[in-house]
């Protein structure tokens, strides 16, 4: 009788610390899938905001750039038709460059060359000319390959020595040869403060890049210290996204990004004017309250799961007396 009472208590043992266990395995199992459940919405909310940051800034660029274009265009009808008719006027010219260059505040100055790359035209030219016929920009519009809007790489402007983001037209004479060209030029810390009007998460970045993928401003401005305006270095996760899309898309940089952060970015190219928007979101920062709430649940479990353990222990030891 002693030795079926034991096999009874020892079967009655085994029976409720198994299903004590399947208990607990299952609420482990159920905690699991939904922190994993969780973990993959906070990815799927990085990679929606920075896809849409990345195309609202886009668009907001694309207007500023056709705001600037509209001013360029105006100044090439206005010297053009001064050419047809003769009536070339330097004082005239230079005010009309000075009225649209104050009613786009983004313009930090608009000025003209001749044929030959000497700037002629605009506020505080100086004397001798300085001629920039050696620039990207001249030469394009010079060649024709451009007949519209051109957009030159960052470069420090030869007059206010300046990194400065370069937006031209050609200007042609009646016969359509090349007469020179009208050009605004952007100052990079006035791109810089259109950036960081932008909400965006701590550890946040923003980047604008032009077609060739040269830095031309980035914002917190501390990313400068390890890319300099007018680099080309893209990270390889970058390379390799776009190459896969070269006009959007979303990856992760790792350790790879210019200044160590890991981050998620989406990036979006202009359709219009070719520049791209590359926004990353810190994931330290993205998933802290994710880890919160891991830290949070698994402390939740393993309490419950202790207590359910020893409310078992002392059920058994009740039936063995």
């Known amino acids: 009788a002693m030795s079926r009472d034991s096999q009874t208590v020892a079967g009655f043992r085994w029976l409720l610390f198994g299903s004590v266990s399947a208990f607990v395995a299952a609420i482990i199992a159920i905690a699991v899938l939904l922190l994993v459940q969780q973990y993959r919405q906070v990815e799927q909310r990085i990679a929606t905001t920075t896809q849409n940051l990345s195309r609202s800034v886009t668009q907001t ?27 070339v006027d330097a004082a005239s010219i230079n005010a009309g460059l000075m009225d649209r260059q104050r009613v786009v505040s983004l313009i930090s100055v608009m000025r003209a060359t001749n044929e030959k790359g000497d700037i002629v035209f605009g506020p505080d030219t100086p004397v001798p000319y300085v001629n920039i016929a050696d620039r990207e920009s001249f030469r394009q519009l010079q060649a024709g390959t451009t007949r519209g809007l051109f957009i030159d790489k960052p470069i420090i402007g030869r007059i206010n020595h300046k990194w400065v983001w370069t937006l031209a037209r050609r200007i042609e004479r009646p016969d359509g040869s090349f007469a020179g060209l009208v050009y605004a030029l952007v100052e990079i810390d006035k791109i810089r403060e259109v950036l960081a009007t932008i909400r965006v998460e701590r550890g946040s970045s923003i980047s604008l890049r032009d077609s060739e993928r040269s830095l031309v401003a980035r914002y917190p401005e501390s990313g400068d210290t390890f890319f300099p305006i007018g680099e080309k270095y ?85 039936r063995q007396r």
Do not use: C
């Open 61 to 87: 660029f694309d207007g500023l750039i056709d705001t600037i274009d509209v001013a360029l265009a105006s100044s090439v009808a206005d010297i053009e038709h001064r050419l047809a008719n003769n009536e």
């Open 234 to 318: 893209s990270s390889e996760p970058f390379l390799q996204a776009l190459a896969r899309n070269p006009e959007s898309g979303t990856y992760q940089s790792g350790p790879t990004s210019v200044d160590g952060v890991d981050r998620v970015y989406s990036y979006y190219r202009s359709p219009k004017h070719g520049f791209i928007v590359n926004v990353g979101m810190d994931i330290e920062t993205a998933f802290a309250e994710w880890r919160h709430q891991a830290w949070m649940t698994g402390i939740v479990v393993l309490i419950f799961s202790l207590a359910l353990l020893g409310f078992s222990a002392a059920i058994a030891r009740a």
